[in-house]
């Protein structure tokens, strides 16, 4: 079983940065993809990146240029910095860790852009 915590949303302004973290848990094997998601009020959740074991990364269009996907895989952690932020960018961000097959998420984190 894996445990995924989120932290680091919250309310910017267009324009400004958040960068959003997430420590994985509970697991004595290596994680394999990592990514986050996101999902604005009365829509389907989106993919926004994802990045491999070896850091290999991917990208919504949306975000190409103003997100970027890390992990440090000694601590099990994956971290997404945004950049430039826009009031479309509102949403609940969720990460999501792929261990043996299975996908796990975690609780979901709170990103309010105001214009």
């Known amino acids: 079983q894996v445990q995924l915590v989120e932290s680091g949303g919250g309310l910017v302004q267009a324009g400004g940065s958040l960068r959003l973290s997430c420590a994985a848990s509970g697991s004595r094997f290596v994680i394999g993809h990592m990514g986050w998601y996101r999902q604005a009020p009365g829509k389907q959740r989106d993919l926004v990146a994802t990045i491999t074991s070896s850091a290999t990364t991917n990208y919504a269009d949306s975000v190409k240029g103003r997100f970027t996907i890390s992990r440090d895989n000694a601590k099990n952690t994956v971290y997404l910095q945004m950049n430039n932020l826009k009031p479309e960018d509102t949403a609940v961000y969720y990460c999501?860790?792929?261990?043996?097959?299975?996908?796990?998420w975690g609780q979901g984190t709170q990103v309010t852009v105001s214009s």
């Open positions: 999501t860790a792929l261990r043996l097959g299975v996908s796990y």
